[in-house]
């Protein structure tokens, strides 16, 4: 039986060629699997376009619990993907995070992977 050369979308046309998406999935093999879970690519991504976000802004922004940001925020510090500074105002503890070069870069290829993908699928 031959192989098809291109997929075929809902309507008939012609979609992106099977080649090219098995190759772009191939590559999702190298996709960071850290960035990758849906509440750690919300704190890199907000910290990408913020110098800095504040544990309660954070938490605020990504509507997730104490709990899940603390445990999520961990990992990504671990992995040095981003940095944590405690501090006091005043008597209140405060905590902050800021995007890490490495974590910059981490993101910039995931990024990368993700459009490779989403090119490859749109043909």
């Given amino acids: 039986m031959a192989k098809r050369a291109h997929a075929k ?9 099977v080649r090219a998406i ?8 190298d996709l ?26 954070l938490r605020e922004l990504l509507r997730t619990t104490d709990g899940n940001l603390s445990v999520h ?3 990504l510090e671990e992995a040095d993907y981003i940095s ?8 209140t503890p405060h905590t902050s995070y800021k995007l890490t070069a490495k974590g910059r870069r981490a993101l910039q290829r995931y990024l990368d992977h993700m459009e490779a993908l989403i090119a490859a699928t749109r043909g």
Avoid at 9 to 17: F, K, L, N, R, Y
Avoid at 22 to 29: D, R
Avoid at 32 to 57: C, K, P, Q, W, Y
């Fill in 9 to 17: 979308t809902h309507d008939d046309t012609p979609g992106p060629s």
């Fill in 22 to 29: 098995e190759g772009a999935v191939e590559n999702t093999a």
């Fill in 32 to 57: 960071d699997r850290l960035i990758h879970e849906r509440l750690r690519l919300g704190i890199v991504s907000a910290l990408s376009v913020n110098a800095t976000l504040g544990f309660t802004e």
């Fill in 73 to 75: 925020a961990r990992k």
């Fill in 84 to 91: 944590c500074t405690k501090s006091f105002q005043g008597r």
